[in-house]
């Protein structure tokens, strides 16, 4: 099990991003983390994998657990070693690099044995990789770039995969695949915290599900409630009951209305 | 024609020596985004312990330049780690004018290390010369250049091959998305500071063999690495040999032909060669030969 107990962040000493978040993705599900721009998503990851000081961030309050073992005072690669992989959000590809390098640079805690079997695994998961093993990665096709960044993280085989918003400038199309692929990959035995924007996609895989806002957990419940919830179906899903209404009257409705009011 | 030929290969020695330099920053270059300033004091530093192994302890010449290149690897590691290390995250300026710093601290312990006599690396060349084509050629010239290429060439093959190679690349291109794949990123840095001492040890070795002395005034000499990476491109290997070798040239041939040819430059014009080049190449291509086309601030 991950655990994020009761986080507080903080960055360049004075700006609180997150006020005491808590969740946790137990062990072989998929759990979604939704929120609107600056509600603190990336912040959750980025302390969780010990990206913190790369942007000046600090965690002041609260603990990151993975299997009852805190991950705080650990360093990036220390938990990687751990078993916790991410995607960072925009992919994060090596562009210079050959999608080959991309992996194996993946692979970089692994053995060389991982390393060999990891790359089988991906060019066998994404033969369009497989394809253009030796092209410079900075010319694929943004969801090529995607899958790469994916497969590149599960080089090092972990446990836990964090995915930060991998449907965020892909077409239509491909986020179906990515969709199909966050399943497989969950079948396969790695856990997922899927922090998305796009709350129809990110709930139609989800075991779970935490709605953050400006810093705090307005929502827990499992994502076939999620799914079904007034206010989620409106503000992340786009659905106001099944008439269209006035875009007028959602801008004054917004403004009225609070979460958990 | 038998100048031509001595010359050249006068040049290619040179050249050689300018390349190892060249490398020497562009190595710490693209891993930090720091010029290193204190180089030329590393380079001293680096002949100093392998001349010391030479004459004091008596070893071999080859093995005391490869005792002189370890040494000076731990050295630039332990000044990474201590100076350095807490400078990540700031202006690339400000680092730099931590090299600077190092560079005088370096060069003043060296000039104590040295001391008043007279000290050689020790080496087997001396004046010894060989004649190709009817040109008298010096040996020196020739280890210089091949030492230096063999030398570049493994580093090269380091970087493109191995795993802590590709670490340290990736480490260049994205530090926040190397540590998410695992890669120390600090420990990157240390071994490029190892591997630039290193060669910048080794290039203080081959500087002084043949008939100079260790002394610290030859510490200018690695400054004419400056114009071989800008012309080479601040952050290409293969910019810096290529720069290395046409600098080492010029140099070279300059000094052969303009006493004869252009005698109202004055003397000593050579020297002055490579730095006519780096101003000319900084007005009609900022970014080198190799470079990627962007513009950075040194």
Redesign the interface.
Same mark, same amino acid.
């Given at each position: 099990m991950l655990a994020v107990e009761n986080l507080e962040v903080v960055y360049e000493d004075v700006i609180l991003v997150l006020k005491g978040v808590s969740l946790q993705a137990p062990q072989g599900s998929i759990v979604a983390l939704l929120g609107p721009n600056g509600a603190g998503k990336t912040t959750v990851l980025r302390a969780i994998?010990?990206?913190l000081d790369?942007h000046?961030g600090r965690i002041t309050k609260g603990r990151v657990t993975l299997n009852g073992t805190e991950l705080n005072s650990l360093?990036?690669?220390q938990i990687?070693?751990a078993g916790v992989g991410?995607v960072?959000e925009g992919r994060?590809?090596? +562009?210079?690099?050959t999608v080959e390098?991309n992996l194996?640079?993946?692979g970089?805690?692994a053995s060389r044995q991982q390393i060999s079997e990891g790359l089988e695994r991906s060019y066998e998961r994404f033969p369009v990789l497989a394809e253009r093993r030796k092209q410079v990665a900075g010319y694929l096709s943004g969801g090529e770039q995607q899958m790469l960044a994916i497969g +590149?993280a599960l080089m090092?085989q972990p446990s836990y995969l964090l995915l930060d918003e991998p449907s965020l400038g892909v077409a239509p199309k491909i986020v179906q695949q990515l969709r199909d692929l966050i399943v497989q990959i969950n079948e396969a035995g790695t856990s997922v915290l899927l922090v998305e924007q796009n709350a129809a996609m990110a709930l139609s895989v989800a075991t779970h599900g935490y709605v953050l806002e400006t810093g705090r957990i307005v929502m827990d419940k499992p994502a076939a409630q999620l799914r079904e919830d007034d206010d989620v179906r409106e503000f992340y899903l786009g659905l106001h009951g099944n008439e269209r209404g006035s875009l007028r009257d959602v801008k004054q409705y917004r403004r009225r209305k609070r979460w958990l009011s | 024609m038998d100048e031509l030929i001595s010359s050249l290969v006068r040049g290619l020695g040179l050249g050689g020596l300018y390349a190892l330099l060249g490398v020497s920053f562009v190595i710490i270059f693209r891993a930090t985004g720091v010029i290193n300033f204190a180089t030329p004091a590393l380079m001293i530093l680096g002949a100093f312990f392998t001349g010391a192994f030479g004459n004091a302890v008596g070893l071999p010449f080859w093995l005391s330049v490869l005792l002189g290149m370890a040494i000076m690897a731990i050295i630039g590691m332990i000044i990474e780690r201590v100076a350095l290390r807490p400078m990540v995250?700031r202006p690339a300026f400000s680092a730099a004018t931590v090299t600077v710093g190092i560079f005088i601290i370096l060069l003043i312990i060296s000039g104590r290390l040295i001391g008043s006599e007279l000290l050689t690396v020790n080496d087997p060349f001396g004046l010894d010369t060989v004649i190709v084509f009817g040109a008298t050629i010096f040996t020196v010239d020739i280890a210089r250049f091949i030492v230096a290429l063999v030398a570049i060439g493994i580093v090269g093959l380091f970087l493109a091959r191995s795993?802590t190679g590709?670490?340290m690349?990736?480490t260049a291109?994205?530090?926040?998305?190397?540590?998410?794949?695992?890669?120390?990123v600090g420990r990157m840095f240390g071994l490029s500071w190892g591997i630039a001492a290193a060669m910048a040890a080794l290039a203080g070795a081959l500087l002084t063999a043949g008939s100079s002395g260790i002394e610290t005034t030859v510490a200018l000499v690695a400054l004419k690495a400056l114009p071989v990476i800008i012309l080479g491109g601040l952050d290409s290997i293969k910019g810096s040999v290529v720069a290395g070798i046409i600098i080492g040239i010029a140099e070279s041939i300059t000094r052969t032909y303009q006493p004869i040819y252009a005698p109202w430059l004055g003397a000593n014009f050579d020297v002055i060669v490579p730095y006519i080049i780096m101003i000319i190449v900084l007005m009609v291509r900022p970014y080198g030969l190799f470079g990627t086309r962007e513009v950075v601030r040194v």
């Open positions: 994998t010990g990206l790369v000046r360093s990036a690669p990687v070693s991410q960072m994060r590809i090596f +562009r210079e690099f390098e194996r640079a993946g970089y805690t +590149r090092a | 995250g795993r590709l670490a690349r990736a291109l994205d530090q926040e998305t190397s540590l998410a794949q695992g890669i120390n």
